[in-house]
């Protein structure tokens, strides 16, 4: 633990010693609690001018102008690790310039490329650029923000096409010199898991600057990763979320915050504390004259109520949401609203009806939208099972098995293959 602390480096671990040696009575865990301290960490391993810090001093003023512009910048991150188009806009620089950059502080050993494309500090190095960071550019923060709001957003778009975006754009949003793009929900996921903690240290960066406009938009566009692991502990960020949308007055967003916190409050088995968000989101969405967050707010809304016994009205709730996507003629959303429906009429053990829905759906569900086309299946499946069609059910939930896998949807090949298995043992 001493040594991870030191960061394995030789000086750092002299000078450890040397501080022990001075305090015979300190012990090796005594020593480990003051360094595990980071504000003091670096003070710690500084003697007169021989320490850590005048050994990064002094590689930092050896570096090209651009790359000591680049290692100050890196300060103001708000995660561990990153990739070039994020380095670009905290140095205001492009990406082409940020990898370089980057390059020269691996050679100079400050940065490690552990996974390619992406570079972390080691832990005293990244301490020593936050400590540079109030010389660092002001705006390259606020940069920083923008391009998560840009990126995410083409993210959201390859994870989940044809979803009705989780944000519009704030009007001042600065659009960075380059955008990364994705070639498929593949690579938008990996991108969404690569940058989650950066994500969420930009939410609490966004708040505390004040710029709550940022800060909920950064809380929601993680959703398609969410979704994808709903049980990961998502309930602190949204409920930051919620509070920057409050604090900016955003009815719209308080409606798609609430909706999806309680979802994911759903998940977790806090049904209670779930419908306490999704009472109010409909309402706030039609104030907003959002539709479509209607629409999914009474989904959500109306699933909790089906789980916690209140069928009659979970169902009149799913019959509006309908009715509401509809209008909108959005395709995902009446998607969604109909396959929730099928799923209320599974529960009712109204299998004809749960089929045509699921039928319905597929008509308008996108091409690339293979998660939402596994779903859809494992509810055929699973009415085509109640009917007696038991043959045409196991090929239903043998396509979401293969279409889950290859979607990286866990969930859905698990509840696909219970369901088959289960068939299977009453045939």
Known sequence: RLAGLCDGLPLALRVTAARLAERPAWTLGAMVGELADEQSRLTLLDVEDRGVSAALRLTVQQLPDSAARMFRALGLHTGADLDRFAAGA??????????????????????????????????????????????????????????????GLAADAAAEPGSQPCYALPADARRPAATR????????????AAERAALEGAVAAAAALGLHDRAWRLALVQWPLMLMRIGDGWTPLLEAGLASAERVGDVDAQSRARALLGWILHAEGRNAEALVHLEKAPGLAARAGDAISEAIAYVNHAAVLDATGEHERAGLLMLHAVSLADRTGHPSTQVLTLQHLAGHCLKAEEYEAALAHTLRAEELVAPDAVVVRAQLQIVRGEALAGIGRLEEATDQLERAIVASEKAGFPEGSARAADRLSRLSADR
């Open 181 to 192: 793009e994705f070639e498929d929900r593949t690579a938008a996921l990996e991108w969404y």
């Open 90 to 151: 905290l140095a205001g620089t492009s990406p082409a310039q940020a990898s370089a950059d980057l390059d020269r502080l691996a050679a100079a050993h400050l940065l490690t490329e552990a996974v390619p494309g992406r570079w972390t500090p080691h832990d005293l190095v990244r301490l020593y650029a936050r400590h540079l960071a109030p010389r660092a550019d002001p705006e390259g923060l606020p940069r920083l923000l923008d391009h998560y709001l840009y990126t």
